[in-house]
């Protein structure tokens, strides 16, 4: 069993900077691929970016330049520095892991429960 905790998630005005942290713990496996989502009001779950077993990054296109998904060197760890934000990032940040990714596309198999990200204009 994975657990993803999150942390991080705060209000901030447009133009502000947030860091979330997600607290990886349990059996996992160190080729499992490592990602963050976001769920905006009446929106869909959407990938935000990911990294996988080999250090490779991709990105959604909406937040390229501004997000930076990064592992501390034990890989208990995930990170997403965010920047510039904007009122459209306004959402609920999930931490997910899963065994399998490719060119930006992560199967979930574990979810952590969120944290919340609110920028106001």
Request: hydrophobic share 30%; with cysteine; glycine share 14%.
């Amino acid at each position: 069993q994975v657990h993803l905790m999150e942390s991080g998630g705060d209000s901030v005005q447009t133009g502000g900077s947030l860091t979330l942290s997600c607290a990886i713990s349990g059996n996992i496996s160190p080729s499992f691929c490592m990602g963050w989502f976001r769920q905006g009001p009446g929106k869909g779950r959407e990938a935000v970016a990911a990294i996988d077993k080999d250090g490779r990054i991709d990105y959604v296109d909406r937040v390229k330049g501004r997000f930076t998904i990064s592992q501390d060197n034990t890989k208990n760890t995930l990170y997403l520095q965010m920047n510039s934000l904007k009122p459209e990032d306004t959402a609920m940040y999930y931490c997910a892991a899963g065994e399998y990714c490719s060119g930006g596309y992560l199967r979930v198999d574990y979810w952590g429960r969120g944290t919340q990200v609110t920028v106001s204009s």
